[in-house]
């Protein structure tokens, strides 16, 4: 039995099949734009992009999550 995906990524299946772009393309977006404030991220996705709060709010918490956490040393 699979455990439920929890937490941000729980809304990358709707993100995907609503806004018709992969992740991975989404967080490169993020990671290219020179805002770098969760809430701009957020206003820009919104406002350039036409997501939603959450959807967008989701993809930046993962995406910022991702780029501070430690790299796996092995």
Do not use: C
Request: proline share 9%; no cysteine; glycine share 8%.
């Amino acid at each position: 039995m699979t455990t439920p995906v929890k937490g941000p990524a729980s809304y990358f299946p709707s993100i995907e099949k609503k806004y018709g772009r992969p992740i991975a393309e989404w967080q490169e977006l993020i990671r290219a734009s020179p805002l770098t404030k969760h809430m701009e991220l957020v206003g820009w996705l919104k406002t350039e992009y036409g997501l939603g709060h959450g959807h967008a709010n989701a993809l930046v918490a993962h995406t910022l999550a991702e780029q501070t956490s430690p790299k796996d040393p092995s």
